[in-house]
């Protein structure tokens, strides 16, 4: 028998070791892995992952369906039934429960598939070197040994070893919570140095920030640092505003159970019945209350919301954020793609003079062309209108490059020429102007002194009031040398300006007027400067007077902010920083926050929302962090989703709202009953099968229509409403139970058998009614149910009348037929009580 493959590990304090030494001791090479040794040390290693996201093993869940404590107490009634030789009784309950435990299995087994498989859809990537050539696989594939490329953008997918750098900047706020970029380089460090101090080294949990490099993976999934972290804290998901809902209504009914059983037993005993009976229709009466199948129906529900929004391009990584992308109150987006075409443009390179420029667009066309940094939709169109233009990047050497930050707001980049070295900076126009101390004057420089800042300042103002986006242009003459910092951005020459065009989109104005129709406002955050933001906001039917910029903001403290933030339409000069502060100030004052962004400095901000909204296009912090990915950066897709949010949630509310009612309804009834009747209404293995059949339709609840006015509107969790809603048409089931009664034992003079028998099917034919009439809002016949919901209805309906027909069922059950008129008089107080449902339904509506 062949042994397995031994667990190839990198030795403790790797980060001390040169690359080739790394690579040696894991048996790797500069041209990666074979694909067959990297299959190997999968095998052995595992998937690189620190949380499992696939769908739980089979067993795992089908045991939590006995783990409910209502279930725990059925199988204790079986149980005692037994010892006390009620065999069938015992039987009964057992079946009831199998058949319970494996409907809610099988629904939450599929839910937790197609999650799987959406999962798995979302799943991050990397490039991998592979036996001399690069592969696109995803990161879960990663093993020690393996070769991987890193770009700017990009979520570190393993601990690993720099082999080669250029301009590499990473973020390793997760794990050392240092916020500023640090640089990574190629070299060795001591063996006790600190995570913080590596700096040969990435780790799993931190993103690329800048350039790109080569690294050699080390440590993959629980095996690395980051691992090491979770495994400790082994932090758990913070509760959900829909879970916290779920919580608290499960709290509320486990009071009501507690009272009833007491009641129950207290009353049975009183009046001399058998302490087993009493107790087993106590419980079945706790088991009765209960909407059992919740999770079942939770999962379905939201698994079949997924689905759906899956196929009008929504993915959804983390199931809870459906119920909060329907309560969403408040969208915060950039503009660029979202409300813009996405298509940047430059329009033109202009001199100080405000004359186009060919210098200006040769200079900015090499510092995007040999920008290492961050990709983005200026530099693309830079480069695209230096090609149309014929402009190349070949005569150049580049030295140096001083990545953009988001504090300086500009990038240099160092290129050597015959007599020298030239530093090319381009970058916001205030940031380029206070680096500058000259401007350009046709072949000649001039110092520039006040006025013409001012004269420069006004060119800038009026190019974006026109809708322009306006960068800035500057240049210095250096001395050549391999390394250049911050300090060296200063004596520029201002060389003129670069003005790029992103025009909304013709259908910007509707779909914001469309979300505003669903109860959203949409809050535009921008970098921009507040000319263009202006122009642009009132172009697509935003208040552009509603306006805070970025330093505004900064002199604020939180409480004011979060005052002017819920009146703010246009956030204009923002850094990613205050981001995340306009998101929370908004949460301050009660609303609930969706931010859209796709960029490296959208993570915070997307963290924060109560729904982060990314695009599959972004980088993959920006998709890591955000809990919706659209398909397409488009605010239409988003309001489908929005939809679908509402939907789902509103289909979950039906079914815990309707079968809470009618099962608190009925269960006081019976109650009630024992006081009066000189038997109990219902034995407890009848109320444990009725209970079984009316939650059979509730399955279908996930694919029911829902009313225009639920999807036009947030949707909030709000237990005193469901508390409410519980109560009232719970009471109104109680009133015609009671006069069912009455009927049964005053009019029809009806025995036990008799009794139980009629009892049965009334009360599960009103559960079943009852659906149809609650699901909507408005009048039930102008609101046509799902096919299925209304073919499952029907159908245990029918049900109801003809088991108490069948031999095998009357003995089990201690069943018996009914009479027509018995049966006739039955019918019509369903009837009764769904038109007094409907009239009540209608004067709570209307108050």
Not at 28 to 34: A, F, I, Q, T
Not at 103 to 111: D, K, N, P, S, Y
Not at 130 to 157: M, N
Request: aromatic share 6%; glycine share 8%; with cysteine.
């Amino acid at each position: 028998m062949r042994a397995a493959p031994e667990r190839l590990a990198a030795p403790g304090a790797w980060w001390s070791l040169a690359p080739e030494a790394l690579l040696a001791a894991l048996h790797s090479s500069r041209e990666g892995l074979s694909p067959r040794e990297a299959a190997q040390r999968w095998r052995t290693h595992g998937p690189n992952t620190v949380r499992a996201d696939e769908a739980p093993a089979w067993p795992r869940l089908l045991l939590r369906q006995f783990t409910n404590p209502l279930v725990l107490i059925l199988l204790f009634g079986a149980a005692v039934s037994l010892l006390l030789h009620e065999r069938t009784e015992a039987a009964i309950i057992l079946v009831i429960v199998a058949g319970s435990a494996l409907l809610g299995f099988v629904q939450e087994w599929r839910a937790s598939a197609a999650i799987a498989r959406l999962r798995r859809r979302l799943a991050l990537h990397a490039q991998v070197q592979r036996g001399g050539a690069w592969h696109t696989l995803p990161t879960s594939r990663l093993v020690p040994g393996d070769i991987v490329r890193l770009a700017a953008g990009h979520l570190v997918p393993a601990d690993a070893l720099v082999l080669e750098a250029k301009d590499f900047l990473v973020t390793e706020a997760a794990l050392t919570g240092e916020s500023m970029p640090v640089e990574k380089r190629p070299g060795t460090c001591d063996a006790n140095a600190p995570l913080a101090r590596r700096e040969n080294c990435v780790f799993l949990g931190s993103s690329v920030r800048s350039g790109t490099a080569t690294v050699l993976v080390a440590a993959t999934g629980p095996d690395t640092a980051f691992g090491a972290v979770a495994a400790r804290l082994a932090q758990r998901e913070p509760e959900t505003d829909f879970a916290r809902g779920v919580r608290r209504f499960g709290e509320l009914l486990l009071r009501v159970m507690i009272v009833m059983v007491l009641f129950v037993v207290l009353v049975n005993q009183w009046l001399g019945r058998a302490m087993v009976e009493s107790l087993m229709f106590a419980v079945a009466l706790a088991v009765g209350l209960s909407p059992e199948l919740l999770p079942a129906i939770v999962s379905v529900t939201v698994a079949r919301g997924a689905h759906a929004m899956a196929r009008r391009g929504v993915l959804v990584r983390r199931l809870e954020a459906i119920e909060n992308l329907g309560s969403i109150d408040v969208l915060c987006t950039d503009k660029t793609g979202t409300l813009t075409v996405g298509d940047m443009a430059l329009s033109g390179a202009l001199g100080p003079d405000g004359q186009a420029s060919a210098r200006v667009l040769r200079w900015a066309h090499a510092n995007a062309a040999l920008e290492t940094g961050i990709a983005n939709a200026l530099d693309a169109a830079l480069v695209a209108a230096g090609q149309v233009q014929g402009l190349s990047v070949e005569a150049f050497r580049k030295i140096d490059e001083i990545p953009y930050d988001f504090q300086r707001r500009r990038l240099s980049i160092l290129v050597e020429q015959v007599d020298g070295g030239l530093m090319i900076t381009k970058g916001a126009f205030d940031n380029v102007l206070a680096a500058c101390t000259q401007v350009r004057a046709g072949e000649e420089a001039r110092a520039l002194d006040e006025a013409e800042r001012q004269r420069l300042a006004e060119m800038f103002r009026a190019r974006s009031e026109e809708g322009f986006r306006v960068l800035a242009l500057a240049t210095r003459e250096v001395a050549s040398r391999e390394r250049y910092g911050r300090e060296d951005e200063a004596g520029l020459l201002f060389e003129g300006f670069l003005l790029f065009l992103d025009p909304a989109r013709p259908e910007a104005a509707r779909m914001l007027r469309e979300l505003a129709g669903r109860g959203i406002r949409t809050k535009v955050i921008t970098g921009d400067n507040r000319h263009v933001a202006a122009h642009f906001a009132a172009g697509v039917g935003l208040d552009a007077a509603a306006l805070l910029t970025g330093p505004q903001i900064a002199a604020m403290p939180d409480e004011a902010l979060a005052i002017r933030a819920a009146s703010t339409t246009l956030f204009a000069e923002i850094d990613p920083q205050q981001k995340e502060r306009i998101v929370r100030a908004l949460q301050r004052t009660g609303h609930a926050v969706g931010y859209l962004g796709d960029g490296i400095n959208d993570a915070p901000a997307l963290h924060a929302a109560d729904v982060g909204i990314s695009v599959d296009q972004a980088v993959d912090v920006a998709r890591e962090s955000a809990d919706i990915v659209l398909l397409r950066p488009d605010l239409d897709v988003l309001r489908r989703g929005v939809e679908d949010g509402r939907r789902t949630f509103a289909n979950t509310l039906k079914y815990i709202g309707i079968t809470t009612s009618a099962n608190f309804g009925n269960m006081v009834s019976m109650a009630l009953g024992t006081l009066f009747l000189p038997f109990l209404p219902l034995a407890a293995k009848q109320i444990l099968l009725n209970n079984f059949l009316s939650d059979l339709p509730s399955i279908a609840i996930s694919t029911d229509r829902v009313d225009p006015e639920r999807l036009a509107a947030p949707q909030r969790w709000r237990v005193l409403d469901l508390q409410r809603f519980m109560i009232v048409f719970g009471l109104i089931s109680t009133v015609f139970d009671l006069l069912t009664f009455l009927l049964l034992h005053r009019w029809f003079h009806a025995d036990e058998a008799t009794f139980q028998t009629a009892w049965f099917s009334v009360s599960l034919l009103t559960e079943l009614a009852v659906v149809l009439v609650l699901r909507t809002r408005g009048a039930f016949w102008r609101s046509a149910p799902s096919p299925l919901l209304w073919g499952t209805t029907a159908a245990v309906g029918v049900l109801a009348l003809l088991l108490p027909l069948l031999a095998p069922v009357q003995s089990l059950f201690g069943f018996v037929a009914l009479s027509p008129s018995l049966l006739a008089a039955l019918l019509g107080v369903v009837l009764a009580y769904l038109v007094a449902t409907e009239l009540l339904k209608r004067l709570i509506g209307a108050a």
